[in-house]
């Protein structure tokens, strides 16, 4: 096959056409784009400002440990999701799968609330852009930045698949790269690399009621900040729908996760435990002059050092609202070929984008941008914890998918045909959805004590009513039912082992392996 409508085309013949539901987006991202974002992605304000927030709500332990757990859970849910993400890659990933293997009213709920998760996550980094300026002026437009932001994004998302992924690749190369310096830096700063010539070592962690600040309230709130800066890593799966030879490069994907969490999440959380102190002036108001990140290069003594490291986290905020505007959209558009969503969202331009559903999901997410008036800290706040709530319903709607999904292949006799196997079934899905559940439920721990906050509370709890009422009310309307394991539908846009691209033999093949390995 040599043009691009044949190499963007389903693997199906056209007697199987009447199989194909969603899988109707050019499959137009390479491997090296799609390897890059799922490495970098979602690294965004939950890493970079978020640490600062739970370091000082914590303290270094609960840091370390949150993260730490959540990383697990993720981990264990993108296995999951990866096994059916290669075996029916389309844009609507796991809530197409909740639809077809659990109840249709199901996930009816879940798209909705995880469209809602992505304009509110655009809109809190168009929030978190005002934040990070302020560590330059305070005299520039708070409005003015957000919208010059949101219209390139937009632009991005609108004109092809190609201008996303080619816009992301490099923003995510910048920002694993500042990453690994700050890992690096990070470490010549505790042993004495820094102004005062001081070695620190584990120093901060014998501080004042330190290494768990506010007992198992600042404990539980950590477990939000870690859901939200590990949120979207799950979004990664959307792209199934537009990645060209998806059976193969899936695996590859979520396989790259676990290193993902390991390097960028707990290494860095572990350096900034060990590095600033929890009661660091300010660490707890959102403000960019606190993040960790630009208190790490500013410890090397260089005011340079720092005004790079803001700079590198603001273009890292751009990336994550261009993925959450990618991931919305998409969903969207996957809400509207399922009839759960009215069906101009599903109109496509010729390069294949839903550019209805793109246009839309902007719109909500600038004018929740606009009610950055009450105060940008305070609402990017509760932004973020709206999103983690979101993010762990999706996880446990992962979980409960994956055992659904794999009681149906089991049923049909079709569990030979995986492209990929997920290593930890039964346990793991089980795991995933019995934490989730748990941390859901305690994580607004604070807002009861010392004193409840009602505003607090509904921000933490307000995903919960939401979620059950959309699935109660789809559920009476439509009438719908449980998937039986032996009626699920385990054809339409179907990829099996059979339909992997093979592998080109000799040196160029290797070289393509390698590049790809390495994201090029």
């Known amino acids: 096959m040599t043009d691009d409508t044949e190499k963007n085309a389903p693997p199906y013949d056209s007697a199987q056409d009447a199989a194909v539901a969603e899988d109707k987006l050019r499959r137009a991202l390479s491997p090296r784009q799609v390897q890059m974002i799922a490495i970098g992605g979602t690294i965004g304000t939950g890493l970079f400002l978020g640490t600062g927030k739970a370091l000082a709500t914590g303290g270094p332990a609960s840091l370390l440990l949150c993260y730490a757990i959540v990383g697990a859970i993720v981990f264990v849910t993108m296995l999951c999701l990866g096994e059916m993400a290669a075996f029916v890659p389309v844009a609507g990933s796991f809530c197409t799968f909740s639809a077809r293997y659990v109840d249709d009213a199901f996930g009816f ?59 992301e690749y490099w923003l995510c190369l910048l920002k694993i790269v500042t990453v690994v310096i700050f890992i690096i830096l990070s470490i010549a700063v505790n042993c004495g690399g820094n102004t005062s010539h001081d070695y620190i070592g584990a120093r901060n962690w014998y501080l004042p009621d330190a290494p768990f600040v506010g007992g198992i309230g600042g404990f539980a709130s950590v477990f939000v900040t870690a859901s939200f800066a590990y949120g979207g890593t799950e979004s990664i799966a959307i792209t199934a729908g537009e990645t060209r030879d998806p059976a193969r490069q899936l695996p590859r994907v979520v396989k790259n996760v676990f290193w993902r969490i390991l390097f960028f999440y707990i290494l860095s959380a572990l350096m900034i435990g060990l590095n600033v102190p929890y009661n660091y002036p300010g660490l707890n108001s959102s403000d960019a002059h606190t993040s960790p990140f630009t208190i790490a290069f500013q410890m090397v003594g260089s005011k340079v050092a720092g005004s790079f490291v803001n700079a590198v986290i603001l273009t890292s905020v751009i990336s994550a609202g261009n993925h959450a505007l990618f991931a919305g959209s998409r969903l969207l558009y996957t809400l509207s070929v399922n009839g759960h969503a009215p069906k101009v969202f599903g109109r496509l331009t010729r390069f294949q984008v839903p550019w209805v559903s793109v246009l839309f999901t902007s719109l909500v997410s600038g004018l929740l941008f606009g009610a950055s008036f009450i105060g940008a800290g305070q609402l990017w706040t509760w932004l973020q914890n709206l999103v983690g709530v979101s993010n762990q319903l999706s996880w446990i709607s992962i979980g409960i998918a994956s055992l659904r999904f794999r009681a149906g292949l089991k049923a049909q006799g079709k569990e030979h045909l995986l492209p990929f196997k997920n290593w930890t079934y039964p346990a793991g899905p089980v795991i995933a959805i019995v934490l989730n559940t748990f941390i859901v439920l305690i994580q607004g721990w604070s807002c009861f004590s010392p004193k409840f906050s009602a505003v607090d509370f509904v921000s933490f709890y307000i995903e919960l009513p939401v979620f059950a009422l959309m699935f109660v009310v789809w ?15 385990l054809v339409t846009d179907v990829y099996t082992k059979e339909d992997i691209e093979p592998d080109e033999n000799g040196w160029t093949g290797r070289a393509k392996r390698v590049g790809g390995w390495l994201c090029f």
Not at 135 to 146: C, H, K, R, V
Not at 475 to 489: C, F, G, I, Q, W
């Open 475 to 489: 559920k009476l309307v439509k009438r719908t039912k449980l998937k039986k394991a032996s009626e699920m539908d």
């Open 109 to 167: 709920a879940l798209t909705w609330n995880y469209w809602f998760n992505d304009a509110v996550s655009t809109a809190a980094d168009l929030v978190a852009l005002q934040l990070i300026l302020q560590y330059w002026t305070d005299t520039f437009p708070w409005y003015a930045l957000g919208l010059i932001v949101w219209f390139v994004i937009v632009l991005a998302n609108i004109i092809n698949v190609r201008a996303y992924g080619e816009v």
